[in-house]
């Protein structure tokens, strides 16, 4: 499974982005996929995740009511639109996609990562 995140970039506190996460490659009959993310000399930490059949999410109390995962399943794509951006959301942000529907927030559960992409918030 190959992995292609996008999206990052600079913004200012109040401001929003949206990053997308492209799947190819080999297929599952179930799984989910997440969002994680990791600050400067911090430990990786899980932001939000998405049922591929279902659509159901689950999300970080840090993020909730200011970020959504969303998919498109024509195009196995996952995206992540973040409002209301704070300077501590600064981090690299990685998507992931394991096999199954039980959400984990450790990283160590997903077999398969995207190269990350970089988002900086502004005060």
């Known amino acids: 499974v190959q992995l292609q995140a996008s999206g990052g970039g600079l913004v200012q506190a109040g401001g929003s982005l949206r990053l997308s996460c492209a799947a190819s490659?080999?297929?599952?009959?179930?799984?989910?996929m997440a969002w994680f993310r990791q600050a400067p000399g911090k430990e990786r930490e899980f932001v939000a995740d998405i049922r591929w059949r279902s659509g159901s999410t689950f999300y970080a109390d840090s993020v909730k009511g200011r970020f959504t995962i969303s998919r498109d399943n024509a195009r196995n794509t996952v995206f992540l639109q973040m409002n209301s951006l704070k300077p501590e959301d600064t981090a690299v942000y990685y998507c992931?996609?394991?096999?199954?529907?039980?959400?984990?927030?450790?990283?160590?559960?997903?077999?398969?990562w995207g190269q990350g992409t970089q988002v900086t918030v502004q005060r």
């Open positions: 992931a996609i394991r096999e199954g529907t039980y959400s984990y927030t450790e990283g160590g559960h997903y077999a398969y």
């Open positions: 490659g080999r297929t599952f009959s179930a799984y989910l």
